[in-house]
């Protein structure tokens, strides 16, 4: 099944994003909204040690903590420098590291990542197919992709359409396979308000 036009996956893609004192505030709220997301990321990829994770819109960096506790290495990626400011804060553990950069343009070398996730922040790229060829770049071969968003409603408006609908996963499936990659399943995790849709998919 494909999504219409109409409903893109990235529908928030004109988002102001987030700076200042409002960013702040924002970046607190996740650090503890965020945590679920970052143990089932950690749980459907089977990070372990070994691993290097990129985390693509790291926000003040829970899932990437919960990777490195799991013994992996991990790069935090964020278009806000607030973010980041707050990921570094709340950041003690050893073989992490942060930059500031976009899902469609990752300041990191081809072949970095045996992980590549983005939690929660798919629906904000500008560029769906742009920010997959990112994560195919940066994957090695049968590397992880994984795409993580709240489940929504068709017609939700405001902070209520902050995620996916079903034919919205679809989409971002669909894509996932133009772009070269495999083994490609759509799941859903979680109820009611943590209900969420993820998209697994595999470098070839």
Same mark, same amino acid.
């Given at each position: 099944?494909? @999504? ?8 928030? @893609? ?5 700076? !200042? ?10 650090? *503890? ?11 459907? /990829? ?10 693509? !819109?790291?926000?003040?960096? !829970?899932?990437?903590? &919960? ?11 964020? #278009?806000? #420098? ?10 003690? @553990?050893?073989? $992490?590291?942060?930059? &500031?950069?976009?899902? &469609? ?10 992980? =590549? ?7 904000? *790229? ?16 049968? !590397? ?9 409603? #068709?017609? @939700? ?6 995620? *996916? /609908? ?5 989409? =971002? ?8 990659? $495999?083994?490609? /399943? ?10 969420? *849709?993820? $998209? ?5």
């Amino acid at each position: 099944m494909t @999504a219409p036009k109409a409903l893109p996956v990235n529908h928030h @893609a004109d988002h102001p994003g987030f700076s !200042g004192l409002t960013g702040a505030i924002v970046g607190l709220m996740l650090l *503890w909204m965020g945590r679920a997301n970052a143990r089932l990321a950690c749980q459907l /990829t089977n990070v372990a040690t070994g691993d290097r994770v990129v985390d693509i !819109g790291c926000g003040p960096g !829970g899932a990437v903590r &919960e990777a490195a506790r799991r013994g992996a290495l991990v790069t935090g990626v964020d #278009p806000a #420098p607030v973010m980041l400011r707050l990921a570094r804060t709340f950041t003690r @553990a050893s073989g $992490v590291g942060w930059v &500031e950069g976009t899902a &469609e343009s990752v300041p990191l070398p081809d072949g970095s990542a045996t992980v =590549f996730w983005s939690l929660a922040t798919v629906h904000h *790229w500008q560029d769906v197919g742009a920010g997959l060829g990112e994560a195919h770049r940066l994957l090695t071969r049968n !590397g992880r992709l994984l795409a993580v968003e709240r489940r929504t409603q #068709p017609g @939700a408006t405001g902070l209520a359409s902050h995620g *996916w /609908t079903g034919q919205q996963a679809e989409s =971002f499936a669909t894509q996932c396979r133009t772009a070269g990659f $495999v083994d490609v /399943t759509v799941g859903q995790h979680g109820r009611g308000r943590r209900a969420v *849709w993820s $998209v697994s998919a595999t470098r070839g």
